[in-house]
T-cell receptor, first 112, second 114 residues
Framework: LAKTTQPISMDSYEGQEVNITCSHN???????ITWYQQFPSQGPRFIIQ?????VTNEVASLFIPADRKSSTLSLPRVSLSDTAVYYC?????????????WGLGTSLAVNP | DVKVTQSSRYLVKRTGEKVFLECVQD?????MFWYRQDPGLGLRLIYF???????EKGDIPEGYSVSREKKERFSLILESASTNQTSMYLC?????????????FGAGTRLSVL
């Protein structure tokens, strides 16, 4: 099974770009990479998902190199409201929910 | 918007009590999940269900059971609560489709077992 590893915490300032990297050396062929955001006293919320190369939406970008052994969530021009915990999730799309492997989360603090 | 509702935000129970945590989703999703979340341990899957009356053990099912009698409702049961089950419990749902790992979460139930 893939194991996902991400930094425990990161600090940034308003207006900066933040990149959070997740390592998943044993990712399987069918696995997708998904990122979630969690605020205190709330459940995680889906941000972005990808399989390879680059995916961009209105919130973030996700960069996945060719070997897919890592992925980087990029948050452009962060604000104070981006202070949250960010989770990386690796899993397949074959309907087997037991193969969903969560990282332990990266606590991002955005400072004024 | 998908709504996943957990019946209680906070619960305080005594050791040995039988505890029911309820979760309802309104998007006709096939998959439903129960996680617990503890500091430093991230999200750990307790049980999941991919259909009515179907259930599968997750990574930490010991001490828990589940019930799914209707598609929209997934209940987590602590048969005899213990202090080590004090935790944040999160329910989630996802459509069966081709991307099971896009999950929609409830706000969580913080359970304290005294």
């Amino acid at each position: 099974l893939a194991k996902t590893t991400q930094p425990i915490s990161m600090d940034s300032y308003e207006g900066q770009e933040v990149n959070i990297t997740c390592s998943h050396n044993n990712i399987a062929t069918n696995d997708y990479i998904t990122w979630y955001q969690q605020f205190p006293s709330q459940g995680p919320r889906f941000i972005i998902q990808g399989y390879k190369t680059k995916v961009t939406n209105e919130v973030a970008s996700l960069f996945i190199p060719a070997d897919r052994k890592s992925s980087t969530l990029s948050l452009p021009r962060v604000s104070l409201s981006d202070t949250a915990v960010y989770y990386c999730l690796v899993g397949d799309n074959a309907g087997n929910n037991r193969k969903l492997i969560w990282g332990l989360g990266t606590s991002l603090a955005v400072n004024p | 918007d998908v709504k996943v509702t957990q019946s209680s935000r906070y619960l305080v129970k005594r050791t040995g009590e039988k505890v029911f945590l309820e979760c309802v989703q309104d998007m006709d999703h096939e998959n439903m999940f129960w996680y617990r979340q503890d500091p430093g341990l991230g999200l750990r899957l307790i049980y999941f269900s991919y259909d009515v009356k179907m259930k599968e053990k997750g990574d930490i099912p010991e001490g828990y059971s589940v019930s799914r009698e209707k598609k929209e409702r997934f209940s987590l049961i602590l048969e005899s609560a213990s202090t080590n089950q004090t935790s944040m419990y999160l329910c989630a749902s996802s459509p069966l489709a081709d991307r099971p790992n896009i999950q929609y979460f409830g706000a969580g139930t913080r359970l304290s077992v005294l």
